[in-house]
């Protein structure tokens, strides 16, 4: 049996994943969804989401529990989604950090720019063609998926560098958005590497869970 967890119930927006999750209990095979906060529920799950929230404080909450060695090796071997926070936790570089920099898991080989679109105000949504998820449908008919997905940034990063040729670009904004000379060509929101998932932005903050649906997919072993 497949058990997903939502990670650090720490501090992020772990709640919205779990909705989304359960929402697919009925067409995935998914026995559990739980929060994780201790090296022991860590140890119970099969796959892992770190959720957007302060990357710099999950990171420091997760050392100060004890688990950020444990998250370390989990990362390295099951499968891992990280969203907005998560991404940038997951990162083996990022940039525009506070100062003193922080604390990384050092796994997916990307470089991120940090709070890349600016502050809150800055939030957008935007509709994309996303060819990654034209066989999934999540919980919505079959009829009406298309393969748009509405992409909420929130004080977003973005990957500005792909340091690994096995890193699979899956998402493109538009040339355009951001702050550097990299939003010219268009930057990249959403990487798949080996048993890893990277996105920029918040998929649990839309009433479609095809993203939640691929990571599962993923993290089972099918061919997407």
């Not at 090796?73 to 969203?83: E, I, M, R, Y």
Request: net charge negative; glycine share 8%.
């Amino acid at each position: 049996m497949f058990y997903p967890a939502d990670f650090v119930a720490l501090q992020g927006a772990f709640i919205e994943h779990m909705h989304a999750l359960n929402a697919l209990r009925g067409v995935e095979h998914i026995s559990e969804v739980i929060e994780v906060r201790t090296k022991e529920e860590l140890a119970s799950v099969d796959a892992l989401i770190i959720p957007g929230g302060e990357s710099t404080s999950i990171a420091l909450i997760a050392e100060r529990c004890g688990i950020l060695e444990d998250l370390r090796k989990f990362v390295s071997t099951k499968p891992t989604w990280g969203t907005c926070a998560g991404l940038i936790l997951m990162a083996k570089q990022a940039i525009h950090t506070k100062k003193g920099g922080q604390q990384l898991l050092n796994a997916l080989p990307v470089t991120v720019s940090r709070n890349q679109f600016g502050r809150q105000v800055d939030s957008f949504t935007i509709k994309l063609d996303s060819p990654c998820l034209s066989s999934i449908s999540g919980t919505k008919s079959s009829d009406s998926v298309s393969d748009q997905f509405e992409y909420a940034f929130i004080r977003a990063p973005a990957i500005v560098s792909v340091d690994d040729p096995e890193v699979l670009p899956l998402v493109t904004l538009p040339p355009g958005y951001g702050q550097t000379e990299a939003s010219e060509k268009g930057l990249l929101v959403a990487v798949r590497y080996r048993n890893m998932l990277g996105t920029s932005f918040h998929p649990e903050l839309t009433n479609d869970n095809r993203w939640h649906q691929y990571f599962v997919r993923m993290a089972l072993g099918d061919d997407l």
